[in-house]
Structures are given as C-alpha cells and as structure tokens.
T-cell receptor, first 114, second 111 residues
Framework: SQTIHQWPATLVQPVGSPLSLECTVE??????LYWYRQAAGRGLQLLFY??????ISSEVPQNLSASRPQDRQFILSSKKLLLSDSGFYLC?????????????FGSGTRLTVV | QKEVEQNSGPLSVPEGAIASLNCTYS??????FFWYRQYSGKSPELIMS????GDKEDGRFTAQLNKASQYVSLLIRDSQPSDSATYLC???????????FGTGTRLTVIP
C-alpha cells in the first residue's frame, strides 16, 4: 500500500532562518506531488505542484521554493523565513496517469516563525 | 479568480440528526468535487467524491451536486460526536490536476 511521510511534525524557527521540509511517498511511482499551506483561520493554499523529477510549478509568488530531486521526494525550502510563513504545511500526492480521484495528504508540519 | 464559498460555522447539531454542509464555487468548468474532513490539528482526509449531477451515497454520507447552480453539498445522517470536525469542499481546477479549497465548515455534534 502507498504511504506518504512528512517531517518534522512541528518546527519553531526564528525570522531570517532557512527552512527545509521533506515529503516522501512509498509504494508507488510517478506520483503527482503537492505542497499546501494552511494559515490560522484560512483555507488551504496551493504553493507548488510537481508532475515529475525537476518539474515544479509555482502557484503563489513568495520566498519559498520547492524541489523534486527524486521521483518520490518533494522538498519545500526557504532561504530566509518571514513571520508570515507560519502555518500548517501539508504535502499531498495522487497517482499520475489515472483518472483524478482526489489526493492523499501527509500528516503535516506545523511551522511557527518567531 | 477561483473561489469556493462555505459557511464557516460553527454548525451545531444534536447527535442522531442530519448535518447539512453547503458549498458554492466560481469555476464553471469544474467537473470533479471532493469533500475532506479535518479534525483539529490533523491533516485533511478524503471522505467523498462526486462527478455527476445528483446524489451519491456512501454509508451515512450523501454528496449532492448541481453544476448549473455551481453548488455542492454534503449530508451526514445519524450524526455522531466523532463527526465533529471541519469539512472542506474542494472542486478540481479545470484543466489541471489541482484542487482548490474552501475555508471549511466547522461541525459540532452535541451528545
């Protein structure tokens, strides 16, 4: 069966520090991968999605970036965090090449920038 | 601009009652719709999908879709305290494999 892993679960970082969040999917190949952010009291905002290694689409201009160095690995990064980057970061996946049937989220990373 | 409107609630219903959650969306081309349940502090979990106009039933859940009115709803029959959560409506974006989400309706089922 397929599983998605995200780490760390929680993170407290000072303003101006770098960020690296990692997401991996097991039990499948060629997944579509997504990064969402959920700020307090707000909806889920799509940040990045990827249909393959090295292929990244950005939905929102910001100081975040994403990379996909391997087929089942998706990384969210920042060189310098802002207070506004605080939120609940969620990685999600679905199977490419099959009819779209929604996607599965990882357990999320709660980031607090102080 | 793609928008999804949901009543933020909280919606309170007594145990055993029917909970009705509503959603309207702006993307007229959306063809697929999904309902996610999110417990406090947890990630969203897919509970229902619907692609055609009309009703789709799965256990105690019924999704209803009216594309002409750009309206989708979720009914929860025999509501249980364990149904207390935020419910997110998510249409699929036209021409892309992305979902865009409403802010969700918080449901509280009172024992």
């Amino acid at each position: 069966s397929q599983t998605i892993h995200q780490w760390p679960a929680t993170l407290v970082q000072p303003v101006g520090s770098p960020l690296s969040l990692e997401c991996t999917v097991e039990g499948t190949s060629n997944p579509n991968l997504y990064w969402y952010r959920q700020a307090a009291g707000r909806g889920l905002q799509l940040l990045f999605y990827s249909v393959g290694i090295g292929q990244i689409s950005s939905e929102v201009p910001q100081n975040l970036s994403a990379s996909r160095p391997q087929d089942r690995q998706f990384i969210l990064s920042s060189k310098k965090l802002l207070l506004s980057d605080s939120g609940f970061y969620l990685c999600a996946w679905n199977q490419r090449g099959r009819g779209f049937d929604g996607y599965t989220f990882g357990s999320g990373t709660r980031l607090t920038v102080v | 601009q793609k928008e999804v409107e949901q009543n933020s609630g909280p919606l309170s219903v007594p145990e055993g009652a029917i909970a009705s959650l509503n959603c309207t969306y702006s993307d007229r081309g959306s063809q697929s719709f999904f309902w996610y349940r999110q417990y406090s502090g947890k990630s969203p979990e897919l509970i229902m999908s619907i692609y055609s106009n009309g009703d789709k039933e799965d256990g105690r859940f019924t999704a209803q879709l009216n594309k002409a009115s750009q309206y989708v709803s979720l009914l929860i029959r025999d509501s249980q305290p364990s149904d207390s959560a935020t419910y997110l409506c998510a249409p699929k974006e036209t021409g892309a494999n992305n979902l865009f989400f409403g802010t969700g309706t918080r449901l509280t089922v009172i024992p």
